[in-house]
C-alpha cells in the first residue's frame, strides 16, 4: 500500500537528482517534464487505490482525509513546475500550470501568490491583483500577498492603494522593536535606542513607500520615511561606529540618495547636496557603483544653485567614476557657464 510520506521522500530525492547538474534559474525542463509525469502516476495509483477503497467503505473518513491528500500533493506538482516556468520566463506556462494547479487545490494561498506573480511580470497587472486579493481573502495575515499587491498597484499608477497596502506591511514590522546598546567599558552598556525586531523587512517597506510618496508627489512624507530609515540606520550601527560598513545597513548611502533626490524635487538644492555628501562620504570608505550617480546628482544641484565651478568638478568626477553625463545636461551646462569643460 503507498504510503505519502514514502511519496513525498521519493518526490524530493527525484526533484534533487534532476536539478543536481542543471543551472539555478535555467533548469531542465525536460527532466522536470519526467519527474513530474512520474510523480503524477504515483498519485494517480494512489488515488485511483482510495477511490475503490471509499466505494467499500463511504463511511470512512480517514479514506476522504487521504485522497484529498494525494489530490493536494497532486496539486503541488502543478505549482512546483510552475515555478520553474517563472524562473525561465515562460509565464503563459506558468500560468497553465497554477490554474490546474488551483483547480485542485483552490484553498492553497500561495498558489493564487504565485500565479499572480507570473500575471504581473506579464502585465495582465488586474488579473494579479485579483490574485493577490484572492490569497489575502484565504489569509488575511499573508504579508508576501500585501507586499507584492502593492507593486501591481504602483505600476498600475494606483499609487494610494499600494501606500495602503505598504503600510499594512510596516505596520506588522514595526510592531516589536529590539533595544540596541553599545559597549561603554569596563562591562557597561549604553542604551542607544529601538529598531523594529523585523530591521532589514522594515527598512524595506519605508524606502518602498517612500519611493511611492515621491511618485505621488508627496514629498514631505517621502522624506519623512527616509528619516525613519536613515534614524534606524543610525541605531543600528552605533556598536559598529569604527567602521560602519561592518554594521548591518552600511547600504544606507542608497537612502541618503534617495532622500536628496526628493530634496531636488523640492527645489531644496541645499538640503539636496548635503544628503549627496553624506552618501559620498560613505562611500569614500568602502567604495560602490552609486558614485557615478552621486556626482551627477551633486552636479545637477550646483547647476540649479548657478555654482557651474561646482558642477564642472563633479562632472568630471562623474567621469572618473566610470559613468557619463547625459548630453543633454552637459550643454545646458555648457551654455550656463559659458566654457566648455
Known sequence: MPNLRKISCLILLLLFCSHCNNEVLQPNLNSVQVITNQRNRIYDEEISRLNKAIESNPDGTSTYYKRGEAYTQKGMLYFERGKVYTQKGDYDHAIVDYTRGIELDPNYAGAYISRGEAYYKKGAYDYSIADYSKALELNPNFLDAYEKRSYVFAAKGELDKAIVDISKLIEHYSAEENEVRTAVGNGEWRYVGKVPKNTVE????????????????????????????IAIHQISMSPYISDPLKGPFYWVHETYLLRGLVYADKHDYDNAIADYNSAIKLLSIGGSNLKGSLYYARAMAWFYKKNYDNAWTDVKHCRESGDKPEL????????????NE
Open 202 to 229: 522594515a527598512v524595506g517597506a519605508y524606502r518602498f513607500r517612500a519611493s511611492v510618496y515621491r511618485l505621488n508627489g508627496d514629498y514631505e512624507n517621502a522624506i519623512a520615511d527616509y528619516n525613519k530609515v
Open 328 to 339: 543633454w545636461f552637459i550643454e545646458a551646462l555648457r551654455q550656463a557657464s559659458g566654457r
